[in-house]
């Protein structure tokens, strides 16, 4: 994958461009610190989404929960089918590839606070700290982006949501795309790869459920005092 993304890129890895434009580590600068927080962002935005359409819209909620039960199916044959390192790994993976070698900006931020949490290393010590938890234990696992996969599949009920939420999700799944980039954690075609995935995923679903609902907010302002909210999705 290294060697493809090179070819198309003119000979160099798109991470290593942004790492050497951004001025990238070392030593850790504040955007590598924002880039971090974007990245980590994958383990709570998702889930705190699932549970605010539960709240607001019943039918949607199951729209998403089984559009994201696809994506990953589809990403595990991927996984499966084509096993592919990170950019961080490509001078270990393709020594003869003459790759720039970059840092895992995430792992050294991480290190840097000192938090009870890693990710992946090649670092054969034992676990040292009461309460370490490894967030990511398979380094071949880069195709498809599941970071960028699960955050694009927000796109899709945003867009019920109205033009502002729509926009606001959109920028956020860009960030989290630059943020995957800059922090090597993926290719440029690990995150196309998994946005068609996200949308394979949302358009299946949505064909089976058969159609969608209007969506209104769950109490209207319109309601007559006294009146009952009108129930939906349920």
């Known amino acids: 994958m290294g060697r493809l993304e090179a070819w198309l890129f003119g000979g160099r890895l798109p991470?290593?461009?942004l790492q050497e434009r951004l001025d990238g580590?070392?030593?850790l600068s504040w955007y590598d610190y924002g880039w971090?927080?974007?990245y980590l962002s994958f383990f709570v935005?998702?889930?705190?989404?699932?549970?605010?359409?539960?709240w607001w819209h019943r039918r949607l909620f199951w729209h998403y929960v089984l559009a994201t039960l696809v994506l990953f199916s589809l990403a595990l044959v991927a996984f499966f089918a084509l096993p592919t390192s990170p950019p961080w790994l490509v001078t270990e993976v393709v020594p003869s590839g003459h790759f720039t070698e970059m840092l895992r900006v995430t792992e050294a931020v991480l290190r840097q606070l000192d938090l009870p949490f890693r990710l992946f290393s090649d670092d054969a010590k034992p676990v040292t700290r009461l309460g370490q938890v490894r967030l990511e234990p398979n380094p071949i696992a880069a195709m498809p982006s599941i970071h960028f996969a699960a955050t694009a599949l927000l796109v899709g009920p945003a867009f019920r949501a109205g033009r502002v939420m729509a926009s606001l999700v959109i920028v956020y799944t860009g960030?989290?795309?630059?943020?995957?980039v800059y922090l090597g954690e993926h290719y440029l075609l690990d995150l196309l790869a998994g946005g068609i995935l996200a949308a394979i995923g949302w358009r299946l679903v949505g064909r089976w459920l058969g159609g969608s609902e209007p969506v209104v907010p769950r109490f209207s302002r319109g309601d007559a005092p006294g009146s009952?909210?009108?129930?939906l999705g349920d």
């Not at 009952?228 to 129930?231: A, I, K, R, T, V």
């Open 15 to 17: 991470s290593a461009i």
């Open 25 to 27: 580590p070392p030593p």
């Open 36 to 38: 971090t927080a974007v």
């Open 45 to 54: 935005v998702p889930h705190l989404a699932a549970a605010l359409l539960l």
């Open 175 to 180: 960030l989290m795309g630059l943020a995957l």
């Open 228 to 231: 009952s909210p009108p129930q």
